[in-house]
């Protein structure tokens, strides 16, 4: 089974910094894309940033510049280091990855999230 688990979430003022943490455990090949999405009431959930196993990142517009994503493959973790953070970053945010377990086909696996709120 399969699991990724979020952390590093909380309650910040506007232009301060959060770093999330999402560890994937239990039994799986390789680790593809991962990924960081969002969701905040009444809205869809969005791509906030991803990253290849080869490090290659992807961001959306709103956080360019202020957010940075990055991997531990060793750890099977991914982070996001969150700074100038503005109020309308308020959301859930889920770690997302894709890999192949160990018995079944490669998909995508998502963490239960973890909420920012950004303060005005």
């Known amino acids: 089974q399969v699991q990724l688990v979020e952390s590093g979430g909380g309650l910040v003022q506007a232009g301060g910094s959060l770093r999330l943490s999402c560890v994937v455990s239990g039994s799986f090949f390789s680790i593809k894309d991962m990924g960081w999405y969002r ?11 991803t ?16 957010f ?10 991914v982070y996001l280091q969150m700074n100038s953070l503005k109020p309308e970053d308020t959301a ?21 999230g973890t909420q920012v709120t950004v303060s005005s």
């Open 39 to 49: 969701q905040a009431p009444g809205k869809q959930r969005e791509l906030v940033a």
């Open 51 to 66: 990253i290849t196993s080869g490090g290659s990142t992807n961001y959306a517009d709103s956080v360019k510049g202020r």
């Open 68 to 77: 940075t994503i990055s991997r531990d493959n060793a750890k099977n973790t």
């Open 92 to 112: 859930v945010y889920y770690c997302n990855a894709n890999l192949r377990p160990l018995y079944g086909p490669r998909g995508d696996y998502w963490g239960q």
